[in-house]
C-alpha cells in the first residue's frame, strides 16, 4: 500500500509539474490561444461549459465501454476456442490480422454510411479496436502453461474441464489485465474516431468542431477529458487486477 500510495503521489507530482511548465512557457513566449491555450485557460473552458462537456462525455464514454465489453467478450471466447480447438488458429489469426492491418480511419466512414449516424458504429469501430490485443493477449496465456502444473493435472486423471478451469483460465488472467490495460484507453480513441466521421454528439463531434472553427481551448478541454478518462480506467484496472490477481507477488506489491 505504501509503494502504491508513493507512485500516486510521485505521479501527480509529475503532472502538476508539466501543467506549470506548460502554463508558464505559454505566458513566458506569448504563445497565441489559437495556437496554444493555456492549462488554466482550458480549466476555466471546462468550468464555463460543464453541461455540455458531461453530455458529451458521457455519450463517448458509454460507446467506449459498450464496445470494450463487445471487443473482450469477442476476443476471449474466440481465444477460448482456438485453445480448444489449435487446427483453428492459423486461419482464424490470419483473418485477425488481417482485420487489425486494416486501417479504422477508412471503416469508419463506411460504417457510419452502412449503419447510420447513431451510436452503433461507434460501438463496432470500439469493438473492433480492441477485439484483437484481447485474443492476442488471453490467447498467449490459455497456451503458455507450466508444462509441470499440466503433468500434475493429468498424473491425478483431471478432465479436459478441469485443466481448463483450474489451470488455464488462472494462468490466463494476468495477460487477460495486460490486455484490458491496452484495450481500456483504446476504446475511448476508437469512439472519439468514430465521432469524428460523423455523429450527433460526444466529446469526438465536440473535438471537430473546435477544430474547424480555431478554437483551440474548447478541442484541449475534450484532450484534457479523454486523458483523464484513459487514466481512470487503467488505474481502476490496476486496482482490480490486485483484487483479483491476488497470488501474484508483484500484483500485491504494486
Given at each position: ?11 501527480l ?35 464555463t461549459n ?62 457510419t454510411?452502412w449503419?447510420?449516424?447513431g ?50 483460465l488462472p ?11 491496452i ?9 472519439v474516431v ?29 484532450i ?31
Amino acid at each position: 500500500m505504501n509503494g502504491s500510495r508513493k507512485s500516486g503521489l510521485v505521479a501527480l507530482a509529475l503532472v502538476l509539474v508539466f501543467f506549470a511548465s506548460w502554463e508558464a512557457a505559454v505566458r513566458f513566449f506569448g504563445v497565441p490561444v489559437y495556437i496554444l491555450p493555456s492549462p488554466s485557460r482550458t480549466f476555466v473552458t471546462l468550468a464555463t461549459n460543464p453541461e455540455m462537456y458531461l453530455q458529451a462525455s458521457a455519450l463517448t464514454l458509454g460507446e467506449s465501454l459498450a464496445g470494450l465489453l463487445i471487443g473482450v467478450l469477442t476476443g476471449g471466447l474466440l481465444a477460448i476456442l482456438l485453445t480448444l480447438l489449435p487446427g483453428l488458429e492459423g486461419g482464424v489469426m490470419t483473418l485477425a490480422i488481417l482485420m487489425k492491418s486494416t486501417p479504422l480511419v477508412a471503416i469508419a466512414p463506411l460504417l457510419t454510411i452502412w449503419l447510420g449516424f447513431g451510436v452503433v458504429p461507434k460501438i463496432v469501430i470500439t469493438a473492433l479496436m480492441t477485439f484483437f490485443p484481447v485474443l492476442v493477449n488471453v490467447l498467449s496465456g490459455l497456451q503458455h502453461v507450466d508444462p509441470a502444473l499440466t503433468d500434475l493435472f493429468h498424473s491425478w486423471n483431471a478432465s479436459r474441464w478441469e485443466v481448463f478451469r483450474h489451470l488455464r483460465l488462472p494462468t490466463a488472467l494476468p495477460f487477460l489485465f495486460a490486455a484490458l490495460k491496452i484495450s481500456a484507453p483504446l476504446a475511448l480513441i476508437g469512439a472519439v474516431v468514430a465521432e469524428w466521421t460523423g455523429a450527433s454528439g460526444g466529446l469526438g463531434r465536440t473535438m471537430w468542431l473546435a477544430y474547424t472553427n480555431l478554437n483551440l481551448p474548447y478541442l484541449f478541454a475534450a484532450i484534457f477529458i479523454l486523458a483523464a478518462g484513459g487514466m481512470s480506467l487503467f488505474r481502476l484496472l490496476g486496482w482490480l487486477e490486485r483484487k483479483v490477481v491476488f497470488w501474484l507477488p508483484d500484483s500485491r506489491e504494486s
